[in-house]
C-alpha cells in the first residue's frame, strides 16, 4: 500500500509570505494528525483529524496556521504570513485505530522561513 | 505537564556491542508507549509499542525495550548493533486527554561505529 505522502519535501519562503503544506494520508485512515519539530527540539502535536473534523488543535501556536482536511481525504496546512520561528520540520501521519497501532507517518516537509 | 524525556541527545557504539537509548516519561494514568526510528530523508517508522502484559516488548529490526512502571522508563535496547542502526530514535507516549495524543521526546541520535 502506498504510505503517507507530504508535499513538498523543501520549502524556502520569505518572512511574510503563505506556504502550503499537503499531506495524503494512507486510504482508509480516518485519523490524521499534523507534528512539527523545530531544529533539535522534541516533534510537537499541532493537530488530530477524525475525517473531516478537526478532533484536537490544541497545538496549533496561533490563527497564523489553518489546516483543512476537506472530504476527509488529504489535508493541508497552510501559514500565512510566515515567520521565521515558524522554520521546522512538518510532519503528517495517518492511523487507521487512532492510536494503541501506531502512527505511519509521512516523510516530513523541511520548512525555511528566511 | 506531561513529558517525555530522552536524556541523550547522541549515543555511540561499536558495532556488535549492545546498545540502549534512554527513555523516560512523566504522564498521568496507564500510558502507552512507542519507539520510532527516522532514517536520513525518511519519515519516522514505528519501531515497537508497549500496550500492556509482559513488560518486554520485541520490534522491528531487532530492537526491543522494556517498560518499568515504577522508573517511568521505556528504554530501547538491541543486543548487536550494526552500522545500519544509525539513524534518530524517538520515544514516545500516548495518553488519554479526553481524546489520545501522543507525546514525542526530543529524539537520541544514534552512532553505530563500524
Known amino acids: 500500500e502506498a504510505g503517507v505522502t507530504q508535499f513538498p519535501s523543501h520549502s524556502v519562503i520569505e518572512k511574510g509570505q503563505t506556504v502550503t503544506l499537503r499531506c495524503d494520508p494512507i486510504s482508509g485512515h480516518d485519523n490524521l494528525y499534523w507534528y512539527r519539530r523545530v531544529m533539535g527540539k522534541e516533534i510537537k502535536f499541532l493537530l488530530h483529524f477524525v475525517k473531516e473534523s478537526k478532533q484536537d488543535e490544541s497545538g496549533m501556536p496561533n490563527n497564523r496556521f489553518l489546516a483543512e482536511r476537506t472530504g476527509g481525504t488529504y489535508s493541508t496546512l497552510k501559514v500565512q504570513p510566515a515567520e521565521l520561528e515558524d522554520s521546522g520540520v512538518y510532519f503528517c501521519?495517518?492511523?487507521?485505530?487512532?492510536?494503541?497501532?501506531?502512527?505511519?507517518f509521512g516523510s516530513g516537509t523541511r520548512l525555511t522561513v528566511v | 505537564a506531561q513529558s517525555v524525556a530522552q536524556p541523550e541527545d547522541q549515543v555511540n557504539v561499536a558495532e556488535g556491542n549492545p546498545l540502549t537509548v534512554k527513555c523516560t516519561y512523566s504522564v498521568s494514568g496507564n500510558p502507552y508507549l512507542f519507539w520510532y526510528v527516522q532514517y536520513p530523508n525518511r519519515g519516522l517508522q514505528f519501531l515497537l509499542k508497549y500496550i500492556t502484559g509482559d513488560n518486554l516488548v520485541k520490534g522491528s529490526y531487532g530492537f526491543e525495550a522494556e517498560f518499568n512502571k515504577s522508573q517511568t522508563s521505556f528504554h530501547l535496547k538491541k543486543p548487536s548493533a550494526l552500522v545500519s542502526d544509525s539513524a534518530l530514535y524517538f520515544c514516545?507516549?500516548?495518553?488519554?486527554?479526553?481524546?489520545?495524543?501522543?507525546?514525542f521526546g526530543a529524539g537520541t541520535r544514534l552512532f553505530v561505529k563500524a
Open positions: 501521519a495517518s492511523s487507521q485505530s487512532g492510536t494503541d497501532d501506531g502512527y505511519t
Open positions: 514516545a507516549v500516548s495518553v488519554y486527554t479526553g481524546g489520545f495524543k501522543t507525546i
